[in-house]
Every structure is written in structure tokens, then in C-alpha cells.
């Protein structure tokens, strides 16, 4: 018979929580522009909903947190508003700044207000990079009162068919990494109450009103090159191999291949969103 041992058992390490996780966070400037062209945009109705519940008038004030390329800064800029956004990653600030954004180059926490305000503060697919305490209380200090912040972001949940063969062959090239356990596919109530986690934080600042949780569904027809150039834009892997990337490519484009070369993802964006209260409430 085997002995037992008397050694107590070693507690698995945890997670990274992700706004720790700097090298991840500030690995998708490696192809700004591809990160730009194949990004999804954001819902037209998500952000005019987000400017008409702004206190500006005339031009709201935005200042979009982690604008990465600009995405949503430019869509905002269309629906009139005047924009500043705050990116950590020089290359991604440049790719920006290129294309007419102004932007400065610091993390959410460490950035320099310097006494500004704004009617809007937003972060589009990267809030989960910012310290979700001291980024709630940030906002909250610079936001005018009855200003809203808006934190949004999309599910990607492609079809079984693709997601599946993708999940299997990141398992075989990428064992080790902290990417490689998770399912192929997650219902869309785990993203939502990863939103309302955020909303808790906001609650917990005691300056914003009750925040609420806005869902827009939508899909998107993608083609076996357009979703091969999107997906080495996600956290997952832009930090592989080339040789990884590519076993994990290849998998996934014979999978849409099966399905006729194509395929429809159906899209969820999901948004927490709070008003900050008025100066005397």
C-alpha cells in the first residue's frame, strides 16, 4: 500500500487579474492596423444613446478610456462629439493620432487630468485592462455632474462549428497557456455578470446614480479571410508563435471551409452605465 503523505496540499495558483496582466494588455499594438480593419465598430444605436444621455450640448465631451485605434472614438466624433482619448500603447496612440484623434499615451490610473472634465467617459472593449476600483473612482472624479460613464464591449461567441476546431487546436499548440482551458464557447449570462461585477464597483464609489445594464443584438456575416485577419487580434493570441498562430489558423479556416466558407456570428454588446451625481447630490 502506498503511503499518504502528510504534506498539506498546495493551493493552485490564481489568475492574473487582467488589469495586471501589462504584457497581454499592450500586445495588440504589434499590427495596429489590422487590429483596425478587422475590429468590429460599435452598435449606432449604443452610441447615440450614450450622447443623448450626456449633459453637453452643442459638442459632449468624451474621453474614451483605452481608444486602442480609435474605433469608437471616430464613431463618436461622427455623432458630434468632441473626443480625447487615453491609450497605453504608443503604437495603437499613433495609429490614432494618424488618423485625426487626439490621444495620450498613459494607463486610465496614471494618466494627468490636470483639471479637465468631461460629459462622457467611455471604454469600449477595455475596461476589463484597468483596475476596476481606482478606474471607477477616477472616472467619477472627472466626469461633470450628471456626466455618464458607459463601459461596453462585444461577445464574440461564433457557431459551435468554428468555435469548437478553434478551441481543440488552441489546446494542442498552446497547452500551457492561461487561454488554453477555457470552453469553446460561453452562454452570454457569463459576460453579463462580468458587467454586473462593474456595476457593483460603480455602485461602490457612492457617486453615481443606480447604473443600468443595456444589451444590443446584432450579427455579422464573415467570410473565411475576414474572421482568419480578426482572430490574431484577440487577447488569445497576439502574443502565440507565428508557428502556434498558424496551426490554430489553419484548423479554423478548414472549419469554415466545411460550413461553405462562411458563416454568421451573432453578435451580443453589452454595456454597464451610470450618471454621476450633480455636484450638490
Known amino acids: 500500500m502506498a503511503q499518504q503523505s502528510d504534506a498539506a496540499p498546495q493551493p493552485q495558483p490564481q489568475p492574473q487579474p487582467l488589469h495586471q496582466a501589462r504584457h497581454t494588455a499592450q500586445s495588440f499594438g504589434t499590427d495596429a492596423r489590422r487590429y483596425d480593419r478587422a475590429r468590429p465598430r460599435y452598435p449606432d444605436d449604443l452610441v447615440a444613446r450614450i450622447v443623448a444621455g450626456s449633459p453637453g450640448l452643442a459638442a459632449p465631451d468624451v474621453l474614451d478610456v483605452g481608444c486602442g485605434t480609435g474605433i469608437a472614438a471616430?464613431?463618436?466624433?461622427?455623432?458630434g462629439c468632441t473626443v480625447l482619448g487615453v491609450e497605453p500603447d504608443a503604437r495603437m496612440a499613433e495609429f490614432a493620432r494618424a488618423r485625426g484623434l487626439r490621444v495620450e499615451v498613459a494607463t486610465f490610473e496614471a494618466w494627468e487630468p490636470a483639471g479637465r472634465t468631461f460629459d462622457a467617459v467611455i471604454a469600449g472593449q477595455s475596461w476589463h485592462w484597468v483596475d476596476p476600483v481606482a478606474g471607477a473612482e477616477?472616472?467619477?472624479r472627472v466626469l461633470r455632474p450628471h456626466g455618464r460613464l458607459a463601459v461596453f464591449g462585444h461577445v464574440f461567441e461564433p457557431p459551435a462549428e468554428v468555435a469548437e476546431p478553434f478551441a481543440a487546436a488552441y489546446r494542442r499548440a498552446a497547452p500551457d497557456s492561461p487561454f488554453s482551458g477555457q470552453p469553446a464557447r460561453r452562454p452570454v449570462e457569463t459576460y453579463q455578470a462580468g458587467?454586473?461585477?462593474i456595476a457593483d464597483r460603480i455602485r461602490g464609489t457612492g457617486r453615481f446614480e443606480d447604473p443600468e445594464q443595456w444589451r444590443f443584438d446584432w450579427q455579422r456575416s464573415y467570410t473565411r479571410e475576414e474572421?482568419?485577419?480578426l482572430l490574431p487580434t484577440t487577447g488569445g493570441l497576439t502574443r502565440l508563435r507565428p508557428d502556434q498562430l498558424g496551426a490554430i489558423l489553419g484548423?479554423?479556416?478548414h472549419a469554415i471551409d466545411a460550413l461553405g466558407g462562411r458563416f454568421t456570428m451573432h453578435y451580443t454588446t453589452l454595456a454597464t452605465?451610470?450618471?454621476?451625481t450633480g455636484a450638490d447630490d
Open 195 to 197: 458587467y454586473a461585477k
Open 74 to 79: 471616430r464613431q463618436f466624433t461622427a455623432a
Open 273 to 276: 452605465t451610470a450618471v454621476r
Open 251 to 253: 484548423a479554423v479556416g
Open 138 to 140: 477616477k472616472a467619477a
Open 227 to 229: 474572421w482568419l485577419e
